[in-house]
């Protein structure tokens, strides 16, 4: 790739990110913009993209570069249309992330680090994804399919080959297995009534602090 810019829409999505931060704090909006243009570039980071990143922040190309080499959630290499990432953790390993990654490799044919040959599948070997709880586990893009099993690994698999992957959960991942979220199998125990939120200050947020006027309301 030899040139990339936002379109028209994810240009108006960098006003937003940046007035979220004072003037000369453009730089604090590098994690956010990088992913602006990962998601618009089909799931991967060509340096054209961080150069585009680093003029908008006013940065040398190189912040961008250490940003984006340094966060696993950036792909500096093109990957599929699916991109699995695999948790091997000891919680999912114990509980069968071995099998996972063998029902994976022995369906698709390709191992950690590959991709299919028609572009649909890119599979990747990660460490802790943080759901422990409903082992074995895979991150599939932006999604949690969780408390997996050869079988409904495959099924996914399948259904990802036929564009029509399984939506989410009322909790945003959907375990594989038909319980809701963490519940065990007694479902739901506790917590029965709704949650009360803490007051907040109301004098705290009148609206009246311009972002890029923070430093001198705190007396630096």
Known sequence: TT????TDENYKRVEAILSKYPANYKQSGIIPLLDLAQRQHGGWLPLVAMDKVARIVDV??????EVASFYTMFNRQKVGKYFIQLCGTTPCMICGSEDIKGAITDHLGIKSGETTKDGLFTLLEVECLGACANAPMIQLNDDYYECLTRETMVELLEACKRGDPPAMGKWGSLPMNGQVSCEGPLGKTSLFGEVTAPPVRAEGFNGEVDPASVKEHMAY
């Not at 040139?3 to 936002?6: P, T």
């Not at 040398?60 to 570069?65: D, F, L, T």
Request: charged share 20%; no cysteine; proline share 20%.
């Open 60 to 65: 040398p190309p190189s912040h961008v570069y």
């Open 3 to 6: 040139k990339f810019d936002f």
